[in-house]
């Protein structure tokens, strides 16, 4: 079993950054895929990036490649997002998520969820 947390949310002006990290409980963090998703109003749950379980391999949506960083340490069991050069359609709850499949775009791949973190870019 594995809980996630996210934290670091909260509202920045365009162009701005912020930095999400998602703690985890559990002995086995570093063999699990960490994922971050997002969801704005009315639509449906994205891709945003994931890392493997080694940390050496990582994906992003193009919406937010070249901005976004995702990274992990294993030995605080927390995984990151750095969001650079923030738009307001970047403005979503984004969740962190787990799972054993060694990285997906598909929400479906994925085990375990975090709760959501607000972010809200003003233009």
Do not use: H
């Not at 920045?12 to 559990?26: K, P």
């Not at 990274?71 to 709850?93: F, G, H, I």
Request: with cysteine; net charge positive; proline share 2%.
């Amino acid at each position: 079993q594995v809980q996630l947390v996210e934290s670091g949310g909260g509202l920045v002006q365009a162009g701005g950054s912020l930095r999400l990290s998602c703690a985890a409980s559990g002995r086995t963090f570093s063999s699990y895929a960490m994922g971050w998703f997002r969801q704005a109003p009315g639509k449906e749950r994205e891709f945003v990036a994931f890392i493997r379980w080694s940390g050496g391999s990582t994906s992003y949506a193009d919406s937010v490649k070249g901005r976004f960083t995702i990274s992990r340490d294993n030995a605080k069991n927390t995984v990151y997002l750095q969001m650079n050069s923030l738009k307001p359609e970047d403005t979503a709850v984004y969740y962190c998520s787990a799972g054993t499949m060694g990285g997906s775009y598909y929400p479906q791949m994925y085990d375990y969820w975090g709760q959501g973190t607000q972010v809200t870019v003003s233009s």
